[in-house]
C-alpha cells in the first residue's frame, strides 16, 4: 500500500519475473513491489493466468508424466538410507532412525495424506461441506 | 522443448525487430490465441463486448508492438508469452476506458486491482440489511489491514491464496518458490491473522 504510487516495474521486466529470468536481487526487489502495489500484482497475476490458459501451445512448460517427477524425494532418501544402514553397520541406529524420519515425512508429504487431514480438520469443525469441497477439489486434481 | 521454443521466439524476435515481416506474421499467428485470451478475459469482467471488439483490440496491441519497434525492448525470448499477455490486457484496458467515456451511463471500469477492493466490494453487496453490511465492510478493512502488517514474502503469499484464491502449487509456480515454503507462508500468515484478527476468522 506504501509503495502504491511509487515506482513501477516496466511490463518487460515483469515478463521477466514470470518467466523466472531476473537475478536474484532484481527478483527480490520485484517481490516485494507486487508484496505492495495491487496494481501491478494484479498485472501479473492475470498475464500468469492468461498464459497458463493458453496452454501448452504457446508456453514452455515442464514435461509431464516423467517417472522421476512422480517419484518423492523423501522416499528416496529414506530407500537410500535404509540401504545404508546395512552397508556401514557401524552407524546402524543412525542410519535406520534417518529411514524413519524420512519415511515419516515422505508420508506426511504425500498428496493423498494431506487431503484426509484437510478432510479431518474439516470434519473436526463440523464443515462437511468444506470437506467434501475438498475432497473433491483433490480428486480432480 | 521449453529450450526449443525460447530459442525459435528468440530468433523470430530478432528477425521482427530487422524489421521481417514473414517473421511478425509468423509471431502474431503463434501468439494471436493467447493475446484474445488476455482480452477476452478483461472484456468479460467489465462489461458486454461483441466479437468483433476483441479482433479490434488484438490489432491495436499487434500496431502498437509492430509500429512502435516495441519488441526491441525485450531482453528475454521466454519472457514473450507473458509480455504479449500483459501488452493486449494494456490496450483491453485502455479500451475500456474509452468506451466508458464515449458512454458515461456505463460504470468506469477500474484499471485497479480487483483484489482487495474487490473482497470489500463483494462483502459489502451480500447483504441487504445496511447495519450488516456495514459491518462485513469494516471486517474486510480489518482483514485488509492486517493482510498489509504481514511481512512482505507471506503478504504477497497470503494476497495470492486469499484475494485470487491460487492453489499452493500455482503460487509456487508462479513466484519460483519451492512449494514447502509457500505451504510455510501460508501457514505462518493464517496464523498471524488469526492472533491479529482475533474472533473475526
Given at each position: 500500500m506504501n509503495n502504491r504510487n511509487a515506482w513501477h516495474p516496466e511490463d518487460t521486466v515483469l515478463a521477466d519475473y514470470l518467466a523466472k529470468k531476473l537475478k536474484r536481487t532484481l527478483r527480490n526487489e520485484i517481490a516485494s513491489h507486487l508484496a505492495s502495489c495491487p496494481e501491478c500484482l494484479e498485472k501479473a497475476v492475470r498475464a500468469y493466468e492468461t498464459v497458463k490458459e493458453a496452454g501448452n501451445s504457446n508456453t514452455p512448460k515442464k514435461r509431464k508424466g516423467s517417472f522421476m517427477r512422480n517419484i518423492n524425494i523423501y522416499l528416496l532418501l529414506a530407500l537410500a538410507a535404509f540401504l545404508l544402514s546395512f552397508i556401514i553397520p557401524r552407524y546402524f541406529l543412525q542410519f535406520l532412525t534417518a529411514t524413519m524420519l524420512l519415511g515419516a515425512k515422505w508420508v506426511v508429504d504425500s498428496k493423498a495424506t494431506r487431503t484426509l487431514i484437510m478432510v479431518r480438520e474439516a470434519l473436526k469443525k463440523g464443515d462437511e461441506k468444506e470437506a467434501s469441497r475438498v475432497l473433491n477439489a483433490r480428486v480432480r486434481i | 522443448m521449453a529450450s526449443d521454443h525460447a530459442v525459435e521466439d528468440h530468433d523470430m524476435i530478432e528477425r521482427c525487430v530487422a524489421g521481417d515481416a514473414e517473421a511478425w506474421a509468423g509471431l502474431c499467428e503463434r501468439y494471436s490465441r493467447l493475446m484474445r485470451i488476455a482480452i477476452r478475459r478483461e472484456l468479460e469482467k467489465r462489461r458486454e463486448y461483441a466479437a468483433h471488439d476483441i479482433d479490434d483490440i488484438l490489432q491495436d496491441s499487434l500496431s502498437y508492438i509492430w509500429l512502435q519497434g516495441?519488441?526491441?525492448?525485450?531482453?528475454?525470448?521466454?519472457?514473450l508469452p507473458y509480455w504479449l499477455a500483459i501488452v493486449a490486457r494494456n490496450t483491453a484496458l485502455d479500451w475500456l476506458r474509452k468506451a466508458a467515456s464515449i458512454e458515461p451511463a456505463e460504470p468506469l471500469p477500474s484499471?485497479?486491482?480487483?483484489g482487495s477492493d474487490d473482497l470489500d466490494r463483494h462483502i459489502a453487496s451480500t447483504s441487504s440489511d445496511p447495519a450488516e453490511r456495514l459491518h462485513r465492510r469494516e471486517s474486510a478493512k480489518r482483514i485488509d489491514d492486517s493482510i498489509e502488517r504481514l511481512p512482505e514474502k507471506e503478504k504477497l503469499v497470503m494476497k495470492l491464496n486469499i484475494?485470487?484464491?491460487?492453489k499452493h502449487d500455482e503460487i509456487a509456480e508462479m513466484l519460483g518458490m519451492p512449494k514447502g515454503s509457500v505451504s510455510c507462508y501460508i501457514r505462518r500468515g493464517k496464523k498471524r491473522l488469526r492472533n491479529d484478527l482475533g474472533g473475526l476468522l
Open positions: - | 516495441k519488441l526491441a525492448s525485450l531482453k528475454n525470448a521466454a519472457s484499471p485497479d486491482c480487483e484475494l485470487y484464491g491460487k
